[in-house]
């Protein structure tokens, strides 16, 4: 019995999940928010964002990662460490960029993607 209430919860979570996921953003003022909050140096190697709407490490996470993986210098992709595995309670995502990496064009791919009032929180 359990077992099928945690199976219950997670096709719920995963379900409502998806349906964010799927929505599409519209170019409209929302999407202004999705610029950098901070200025990336040319040089930069890591870059961290901060995904407020990516709530779940099921279909949220995979699809975050999948955007940013899809970036031109984009060389890693990691979630930041949570406090529980099957919970997204730190929405931080941290990228190993080279050359070619445009934070502002990573940011609007991951609006694409569903996850709008995406921005930069630090960058070295």
């Known amino acids: 019995m359990k077992y099928a209430w945690m199976v219950l919860a997670l096709a719920m979570l ?3 999940c998806g349906v964010e996921v799927e929505t599409k953003s519209t170019p409209t003022e929302e999407s202004t928010e999705n610029k950098t909050s901070l ?3 040319a040089d930069a190697t890591h870059v961290s964002l901060l995904v ?3 709530e779940c490490p099921v279909a949220c996470w995979p699809k975050v990662k999948e955007t940013l993986e899809r970036q031109p210098g984009v060389t ?3 979630l930041a460490p949570q406090k ?4 997204i309670d730190n929405p931080q995502v941290e990228i190993e960029v080279a050359e070619g990496f445009d934070a502002d064009k990573a940011l609007a791919a991951v609006a694409e993607a569903g996850f709008s009032g ?5 960058a070295k």
């Open 14 to 16: 995963t379900v409502g």
């Open 39 to 41: 200025v990336v140096p």
């Open 52 to 54: 407020p709407k990516m």
């Open 76 to 78: 890693n992709v990691v």
């Open 84 to 87: 529980d595995e099957n919970v």
């Open 118 to 122: 995406s921005t930069v929180v630090a």
